[in-house]
């Protein structure tokens, strides 16, 4: 080989090697400080209590703290939109729900961009949605709801966690020819207290969010969204019995903003998946009836996109135009 062109060759090679380096060395650094967790909803509710179970885990892996952060507000537009323009590095996650892949059909103009702003990481727990009545709401089960609604149509509200347990009342309107009537809070937990308080007569939440109160007697459940029973209650009636085809999951998920690395995506993907399989957090995920996730960030991506389409399928069945 010519001299020149075989030093030319080391170079480049030398030089291919270094800037290797610092892709490579991404994930083995992570983290090197705090890792912060922003959750768009009030303390209280499912978010906040799957952050709570994996966050203590995920610290004694990494060596360093897991901070939780509460931004409520706006449907969680206002945490979710305070994400995307964090820097894109793994240190500032968002923890959300379906909420996520429900708001591009509520909202014509969001501040964030949900395909182009956010890369997702993996699913935390899963939870069907569940409808729950106040104490002293007349209807015991959901043939009364149903009954009481025909008989007096929209003289019934059901409040919300977030946009995603709002677009599961419009899916139930909608296969229920129902007129139940929308009444938003910035979290399950505010909800559940209104609703044990009287204050509202129906709420639709994931399980693991009704299941205090209802446990405590201050609510009653009227069924859950779920094609199966739920193992938290069994006894529960499964709402498709009375509303053939409904059916309405709730996930919590993990994204990370634009930008950053694949490698370290992969790697919170990885921890989290293995603290999701220790015993102690699958209990706990248990206690709380919810079903632990794990899923690589091409499966929750694909998750994304095609709910994305099926909600907007909902928003137009339901003449829901975005605002």
């Known amino acids: 080989m010519n001299p020149m062109i075989a030093r030319v060759a080391l170079i480049l090679s030398f030089g291919m090697a270094a800037g290797a380096v610092p892709l490579a060395a991404h994930a083995q650094a992570f983290p090197s400080k705090p890792v912060r967790i922003v959750i768009p909803f009030a303390p209280g509710g499912s978010t906040d209590a799957n952050a709570r179970i994996i966050n203590e885990k995920l610290a004694a892996l990494w060596g360093q703290p897991v901070i939780i952060e509460t931004k409520p507000g706006a449907n969680t537009i206002i945490g979710t939109d305070a994400v995307a323009k964090s820097p894109g590095d793994g240190y500032t996650l968002l923890l959300t729900s379906t909420a996520y892949v429900v708001n591009p059909s509520m909202y014509a103009k969001l501040p964030y961009d949900p395909m182009g702003d956010f890369q997702p990481v993996t699913i935390v727990s899963v939870s069907p949605f569940a409808m729950v009545a106040a104490a002293n709401f007349p209807a015991r089960s959901i043939k009364e709801l149903i009954a009481i609604m025909r008989a007096k149509p929209g003289s019934v509200s059901f409040g919300t966690s977030d946009s995603s347990s709002a677009f599961a009342g419009h899916l139930f309107n909608m296969l229920a020819g129902t007129d139940l009537q929308s009444v938003s809070y910035k979290g399950a937990g505010p909800l559940m207290t209104d609703l044990a308080g009287g204050h509202v007569p129906i709420?639709?939440?994931?399980?693991?969010?009704?299941?205090?109160?209802?446990?405590?007697?201050?609510?009653?459940?009227?069924?859950?969204?779920?094609?199966?029973?739920?193992?938290?209650?069994?006894?529960?009636?499964?709402?498709?019995?009375?509303?053939?085809?409904?059916?309405?999951?709730?996930?919590?998920?993990?994204?990370?903003?634009?930008?950053?690395?694949?490698?370290?995506?992969?790697?919170?993907?990885?921890?989290?998946?293995?603290?999701?399989?220790?015993?102690?957090?699958?209990?706990?995920?248990?206690?709380?009836?919810?079903?632990?996730?794990?899923?690589?960030?091409?499966?929750?991506?694909?998750?994304?996109?095609?709910?994305?389409?099926?909600?907007?399928?909902?928003?137009?069945?339901?003449?829901?135009?975005?605002?």
Do not use: C, H
């Not at 939440?205 to 938290?232: F, H, I, N, Y």
């Not at 009636?237 to 009375?242: F, G, I, Q, T």
């Open 203 to 323: 709420g639709i939440a994931a399980v693991s969010s009704v299941q205090g109160q209802v446990k405590a007697g201050r609510v009653r459940m009227l069924g859950v969204a779920s094609s199966k029973p739920t193992p938290l209650f069994p006894d529960a009636p499964v709402m498709s019995a009375e509303v053939p085809g409904y059916e309405a999951i709730s996930w919590f998920g993990l994204f990370a903003p634009k930008g950053t690395p694949k490698d370290v995506i992969a790697k919170i993907q990885r921890d989290v998946a293995t603290v999701l399989k220790d015993a102690d957090v699958q209990k706990r995920f248990t206690d709380i009836g919810a079903e632990p996730g794990g899923q690589t960030p091409e499966e929750f991506g694909a998750r994304v996109r095609a709910e994305m389409d099926l909600w907007a399928k909902v928003a137009k069945s339901a003449n829901i135009k975005p605002e």
